[in-house]
């Protein structure tokens, strides 16, 4: 069981728009640290996609149809113009004070239908 | 150019111990505010953190895993080593190493290596 809870799968149409949530608690994204996104391809490493709680926080090569977005003890992960390339495994990052360590969320599986 | 490799045994029996080096470039972990965690990933499962050294040798462990953990590092090699005891069929993963930039409460692992399957079995 992760600490940070995402949905297993989310879904949507090529052009469309999704967003993954990850939600916390008052220990972790609550506690106003930082939340950091991933994609994972299929057999490969995880990749950065976000970091930090701005939208504007990509590393280069990561297109603005991506943006991340907290509030409260949740956040969100937005794409926007869904493409097929986009179909990956995402994941949240944080970190919580009660652990003292870096925290994962569970995935969420993006289907491109 | 930033790059990880990691390396170590494909199968451990259990009750074993896994000994996994972490091997990089293009950074220097004496370098003030690098740091290098360990993350693994059990397969069709999540993520998992497991452990992090920083430039200063401060080390830090997953609180599930602590006890049977030890993170060092050698810096003239540009490597981090990562042991873990009594290995058991659960933890098989494939395990990567990744860079951590910035805070460690802030942190986010901006590099990864393409990680490493370990299978434990009998």
């Known amino acids: 069981q992760s600490v940070l809870t995402q949905p297993p799968s989310v879904s949507g149409a090529p052009g469309q728009r999704v967003t993954i949530s990850c939600t916390g608690s008052s220990s972790n994204i609550g506690a106003g640290y930082d939340v950091h996104w991933y994609q994972q391809l299929p057999g490969t490493a995880p990749k950065l996609l976000i970091y930090?709680?701005?939208?504007?926080n990509r590393p280069s090569g990561v297109p603005d149809r991506f943006s991340g977005s907290k509030s409260g003890t949740s956040a969100s992960l937005a794409i926007t113009g869904l493409q097929a390339e986009d179909e990956a495994d995402y994941y949240c990052q944080s970190y919580d004070s009660s652990l003292r360590g870096s925290v994962f969320g569970g995935g969420t599986k993006l289907t491109v239908l | 150019q930033v790059t990880l490799r990691e390396s170590g045994p494909a199968l451990l029996k259990p009750t074993q111990t896994l000994t996994l080096t972490c091997t990089f470039s293009?950074?220097?972990?004496?370098?003030?505010?690098?740091?290098v965690s360990w993350i693994r990933q059990p397969p069709g499962k999540a993520l998992e953190w497991l452990a992090l050294i920083d430039w200063d040798d401060d080390k830090y462990y997953s609180t599930s895993l602590k006890t049977r953990l030890s993170i060092s590092k050698d810096t003239s090699k540009d490597q981090v080593v990562l042991t873990m005891t009594n290995m058991d069929p659960v933890d098989t993963a494939t395990y990567y190493c990744?860079?951590?930039?910035?805070?460690?409460?802030?942190?986010?692992?901006?590099?990864w290596g393409q990680g490493t399957l370990v299978t434990v079995s009998s």
């Open positions: 930090g709680d701005s939208n504007t």
């Open positions: 293009g950074f220097s972990l004496s370098t003030s505010g690098m740091c």
């Open positions: 990744a860079r951590m930039s910035g805070a460690y409460s802030t942190g986010y692992f901006d590099y």
